[in-house]
């Protein structure tokens, strides 16, 4: 959180106070008032895959831990095993930060507001705070976040002939969108200006507020088919093939409002955004207008393909009763969305050059230049704006082992990236140029009925909050509960942080936390069946993905 308070709150509260520049013109801040926060973030993460296997693994490719007909988004070859039509779904129950007793003061903090506070009274050579200057730091007065309720895939496949089966299907990976609101952000400066003996003093009274809107959405619709190319007593070779239509969509909403006025000598005030100003000559373009607006919807579709083989052994009177190998070529476009019709509209006071965020055209504020018979003119500013969006999602080959020892299952998966992670808007960019990655996992199978040594279990099944399983296994003649599963999967990347655009200070933690292996995916997850063909799943604790989410595969 503190991140987050830093890049809007330190950049966007100090956007006009950036106005009064650097060296003898620095102005001294006689009052500061921090104005009220809210924060709203609402996410519908789904990264760790689709399907029964995937899901509940930390996003590991298995064969073993298999999706079902949810292959057709991880490994395709898995249809070739599908015998029957089969259905399956993701989804969760809508959770928020209230559920766990979070409240406002808990997401933010007044330690954290307050440091903030310090961090943006205390910018040295942009303005000089004096002990005597009034201070009040910023307030929260709502922060709330919450994971989204929503069908996060969807899939139908079935066997079309002997050895061949095609599906369809539907994936949500991402759905992520934050509104981030700070109102009655309040400061006076004061400077100089010398013209001959005469000496004006010039104070700028400033009331700002913010807003930023920000929705990400990311889906799929998959098409693919699996085969068996040739089966007998010992050993098995499947192949499948997938071709995925990607939709992105990411919208941008941001707006800084600024009132207030230029008063010279304590005398004479002259208002920005005062359309009825009679000093100015509107006609001839002058103005004064004092704001900043930018808006995007932008949207892209491409294409992709994936191609999978998987081969497997069984053996009798080994101590391994089974090795599966995999390997998984996944294309994944690059997302170029644009919007023609986006919109960035702001203006700046005439007395100031540069753009803001620009280190090689910093905003500075002339003192010189100010015309003291119209101080509030103004003139249009060129701040950040971008028509494209540019999200990089990693191509990738992975080659997937794993190994089956009576009802212990140990997956790896070693993959092998070919481009990057990222973001671009304008000239920032935040990513990941990865080299490669390491998932590793393992699934254990347990009895399907309570047996004298099932107390040994209970501490497992506790952690995985597995009241359901328990509950069902104890009406197994009835629910014909069997086949029960639990596992835990570890997903690693390593490669190079991409920070471009930013400051030196900022672009270095960026860098420094980037740089290092990093975390694509973990889960502590559990599956069983009831019904003879209704399978669940259930991702109980996960990153990115959080908590509790659920599958179900249903075979007709």
């Given at each position: 959180?503190?991140?987050?308070?830093?890049?809007?709150?330190?950049?966007?509260?100090?956007?006009?106070?950036?106005?009064?520049?650097q060296?003898?013109?620095?102005?001294?801040?006689?009052?500061?008032?921090?104005?009220?926060m809210?924060?709203?973030?609402?996410?519908?993460?789904?990264?760790?895959?689709?399907?029964?296997?995937?899901?509940?693994?930390g996003?590991i490719?298995?064969?073993?831990?298999?999706?079902?007909?949810?292959?057709?988004?991880?490994?395709?070859?898995?249809?070739?095993?599908?015998?029957?039509?089969?259905?399956?779904?993701?989804?969760?129950?809508?959770?928020?930060?209230?559920?766990?007793?979070?409240?406002?003061?808990?997401?933010?903090?007044?330690?954290?507001?307050k440091?903030?506070?310090?961090?943006?009274?205390?910018?040295?050579?942009?303005?000089?705070?004096?002990?005597?200057?009034?201070?009040?730091?910023?307030?929260?007065?709502?922060?709330?976040?919450?994971?989204?309720?929503?069908?996060?895939?969807?899939?139908?496949?079935?066997?079309?002939?002997?050895?061949?089966?095609?599906?369809?299907?539907?994936?949500?990976?991402?759905?992520?969108?934050?509104?981030?609101?700070?109102?009655?952000?309040?400061?006076?400066?004061?400077?100089?200006?010398?013209?001959?003996?005469?000496?004006?003093?010039?104070?700028?009274?400033?009331?700002?507020?913010?807003?930023?809107?920000?929705?990400?959405?990311?889906?799929?619709?998959?098409?693919?088919?699996?085969?068996?190319?040739?089966?007998?007593?010992?050993?098995?070779?499947?192949?499948?093939?997938s071709?995925?239509?990607?939709?992105?969509?990411?919208?941008?909403?941001?707006?800084?409002?600024?009132?207030?006025?230029?008063?010279?000598?304590?005398?004479?005030?002259?208002?920005?955004?005062?359309?009825?100003?009679?000093n100015?000559?509107?006609?001839?373009?002058?103005?004064?207008?004092?704001?900043?607006?930018?808006?995007?919807?932008?949207?892209?579709?491409?294409?992709?393909?994936?191609?999978?083989?998987?081969?497997?052994?069984?053996?009798?009177?080994?101590?391994?009763?089974?090795?599966?190998?995999?390997?998984?070529?996944?294309?994944i476009?690059?997302?170029?969305?644009?919007?023609?019709?986006?919109?960035?509209?702001?203006?700046?006071?005439?007395?100031?050059?540069?753009r803001?965020?620009?280190?090689?055209?910093?905003?500075?504020?002339?003192?010189?230049?100010?015309?003291?018979?119209?101080?509030?003119?103004t003139?249009?500013?060129?701040?950040?704006?971008?028509?494209?969006?540019?999200?990089?999602?990693?191509?990738?080959?992975?080659?997937?082992?794993?190994?089956?020892?009576?009802?212990?299952?140990?997956?790896?998966?070693?993959v092998?990236?070919?481009?990057?992670?990222?973001?671009?808007?304008?000239?920032?960019?935040?990513?990941?140029?990865?080299?490669?990655?390491?998932?590793?996992?393992?699934?254990?199978?347990?009895?399907?009925?309570?047996?004298?040594?099932?107390?040994?279990?209970?501490?497992?099944?506790?952690?995985?909050?597995?009241?359901?399983?328990?509950?069902?296994?104890?009406?197994?003649?009835?629910?014909?509960?069997?086949?029960?599963?639990?596992?835990?999967?570890?997903?690693?990347?390593?490669?190079?942080?991409?920070?471009?655009?930013?400051?030196?200070?900022?672009?270095?933690?960026?860098?420094?936390?980037?740089?290092?292996?990093?975390?694509?995916?973990?889960?502590?997850?559990?599956?069983?069946?009831?019904?003879?063909?209704?399978?669940i799943?259930?991702?109980?604790?996960?990153?990115?993905?959080?908590?509790?989410?659920?599958?179900?595969a249903?075979?007709?």
């Amino acid at each position: 959180m503190k991140v987050f308070t830093r890049l809007y709150l330190v950049l966007f509260i100090l956007l006009p106070v950036m106005m009064f520049g650097q060296d003898d013109d620095t102005p001294v801040m006689q009052y500061f008032v921090g104005g009220k926060m809210k924060l709203g973030l609402n996410m519908g993460l789904n990264l760790g895959g689709a399907g029964i296997g995937t899901s509940t693994y930390g996003g590991i490719i298995s064969p073993t831990v298999s999706n079902g007909v949810a292959g057709i988004f991880s490994n395709p070859a898995e249809l070739a095993n599908l015998k029957s039509t089969q259905i399956h779904f993701n989804t969760r129950l809508p959770i928020s930060s209230g559920l766990f007793g979070l409240g406002t003061n808990d997401i933010l903090s007044e330690s954290t507001l307050k440091e903030t506070t310090d961090e943006i009274i205390n910018q040295e050579g942009t303005f000089i705070f004096n002990d005597g200057s009034y201070r009040e730091d910023i307030k929260a007065s709502e922060a709330e976040f919450g994971l989204t309720g929503a069908l996060s895939s969807f899939t139908i496949g079935m066997n079309v002939m002997d050895g061949l089966s095609i599906a369809i299907g539907y994936y949500n990976p991402l759905s992520y969108s934050t509104k981030f609101l700070i109102s009655g952000i309040g400061m006076i400066l004061r400077t100089s200006r010398t013209v001959g003996n005469n000496v004006t003093n010039i104070d700028m009274d400033l009331t700002s507020s913010f807003i930023s809107e920000m929705e990400l959405d990311y889906n799929q619709i998959t098409f693919g088919a699996g085969y068996e190319v040739y089966k007998n007593e010992s050993s098995q070779l499947t192949a499948g093939v997938s071709v995925t239509r990607y939709q992105m969509r990411n919208r941008l909403n941001i707006g800084y409002y600024t009132q207030g006025s230029m008063i010279l000598s304590n005398v004479n005030e002259y208002y920005f955004n005062n359309p009825n100003d009679q000093n100015l000559n509107f006609d001839d373009g002058e103005t004064n207008k004092l704001y900043w607006n930018a808006f995007g919807n932008y949207k892209d579709n491409k294409y992709g393909v994936k191609l999978a083989a998987t081969y497997a052994m069984n053996f009798e009177n080994l101590f391994i009763s089974s090795a599966k190998f995999t390997l998984v070529y996944d294309q994944i476009p690059e997302m170029t969305m644009t919007d023609p019709n986006a919109i960035s509209e702001s203006y700046q006071p005439k007395f100031i050059t540069g753009r803001f965020g620009d280190d090689a055209n910093p905003v500075d504020f002339v003192v010189d230049s100010i015309d003291l018979a119209k101080p509030n003119l103004t003139v249009p500013a060129f701040n950040v704006h971008s028509d494209n969006v540019i999200v990089s999602v990693p191509s990738s080959v992975t080659f997937g082992t794993d190994l089956t020892f009576s009802s212990f299952t140990l997956s790896t998966n070693i993959v092998s990236y070919l481009s990057e992670v990222s973001y671009k808007y304008d000239k920032y960019k935040l990513g990941i140029d990865p080299s490669f990655g390491f998932k590793f996992g393992w699934d254990i199978k347990t009895a399907d009925k309570f047996e004298n040594s099932s107390i040994l279990l209970w501490p497992l099944r506790l952690m995985y909050l597995d009241f359901d399983g328990i509950i069902l296994q104890a009406f197994g003649e009835s629910t014909g509960y069997r086949n029960p599963h639990y596992r835990m999967g570890v997903g690693l990347m390593f490669g190079d942080a991409i920070a471009e655009g930013m400051g030196d200070d900022m672009k270095k933690d960026l860098q420094d936390g980037l740089s290092s292996g990093m975390i694509t995916g973990f889960s502590l997850g559990r599956q069983y069946t009831i019904l003879d063909n209704v399978h669940i799943g259930v991702m109980v604790y996960g990153f990115p993905d959080f908590f509790m989410r659920y599958s179900v595969a249903v075979g007709i």
